[in-house]
């Protein structure tokens, strides 16, 4: 059973930083590709970026330049650093991978 759990949500001010993660359990994470999704209030869930297993990364559109996607294999886990944060960005962001989901980190950006 895959578990995937992440962490790191917050209120941040616009402009400012946040580092989410997601720690995997009970798959072959190493050669999983794993994606950040989110979903804002009132709005379908969007996908925001993926890092497939050999390391390359994609993103949507509004986020490139400004949030990252890595791994680290030997910890199982996956992260969104998200940099020059906007009100728009707010969302319950979720991790995905393995056929699974984990159960949201809510980022609020606001001043």
Do not use: H
């Amino acid at each position: 059973q895959v578990q995937l759990v992440e962490s790191g949500g917050g209120l941040v001010q616009p402009g400012g930083s946040l580092r989410l993660s997601c720690a995997a359990s009970g798959g072959d994470f190493s050669s999983a590709g794993m994606g950040w999704y989110r979903q804002a209030p009132g709005k379908q869930r969007e996908w925001v970026a993926t890092i497939v297993s050999g390391g390359w990364t994609y993103y949507q559109n509004s986020v490139k330049g400004r949030f990252t996607i890595s791994r680290d294999n030997a910890k199982n886990t996956v992260y969104l650093q998200m940099n020059s944060l906007k009100p728009e960005d707010t969302a319950v962001y979720y991790c995905n991978g393995m056929q699974s989901w984990g159960q949201g980190t809510q980022v609020t950006v606001s001043s």
